[in-house]
C-alpha cells in the first residue's frame, strides 16, 4: 500500500502534501511522548489537527491536499491547530475538478482483473467496483 494510504495509529494524514494530521484519539502529550516522529506539544482532542511540520504565521494550513486556512501565529510540529491560531483568508482558489485525481498503485487496472471479477460500468448507478 502507498505511503500515503497508510492509516498509523493514532493519526490520519489524508495526503502527503498536508501539513496537518488528524487526531484518532485524545492525546495527552504527559502520555505520549512522540507519533510518528512527532512530540505533541498539547492536549489534542479527538478528530482535531496536530501540526506534522512546522507552520509559520500567514503560511497556508493544508488538509486534504487543499488550504483549509492560515496560521494566525507561528505554529510548532505538535501543536493543536484550531480556531484559536487557524483563520480563513483570501487566496486564489481553481475550481478545476478531477485535476489531481490519480489511480493508485496497488489498485489494478481493468485489464488485470480476474475473469470471475465484473466491474461496473464507469458511471452506473448500482453500486460496485469503478475502475479506470
Not at 494510504?5 to 496537518?20: G, M
Not at 491560531?85 to 478545476?96: C, K, M, P, T
Amino acid at each position: 500500500m502507498p505511503d500515503s494510504l497508510k492509516i498509523a495509529l493514532p493519526l490520519i494524514r489524508l495526503n502527503p502534501a498536508d501539513n496537518v494530521a488528524v487526531v484518532r484519539e485524545r492525546i495527552d502529550p504527559a502520555l505520549t511522548p512522540e507519533i510518528e516522529g512527532i512530540r505533541p506539544q498539547d492536549e489534542i482532542p479527538r478528530g482535531h489537527k496536530i501540526a506534522i511540520a512546522a507552520i509559520a504565521k500567514g503560511e497556508p494550513v493544508t488538509k486534504y491536499g487543499q488550504t483549509i486556512g492560515f496560521a494566525t501565529e507561528d505554529i510548532s510540529a505538535g501543536q493543536h491547530v484550531h480556531t484559536h491560531n487557524l483563520s480563513v483568508g483570501e487566496f486564489a482558489r481553481d475550481y478545476a475538478i478531477g485535476v489531481k485525481l490519480w489511480h493508485p498503485s496497488w489498485c489494478p487496472k481493468r485489464s488485470e482483473l480476474p475473469s470471475w471479477v465484473m466491474p461496473a460500468p464507469m458511471g452506473a448507478w448500482a453500486p460496485g467496483i469503478i475502475l479506470p
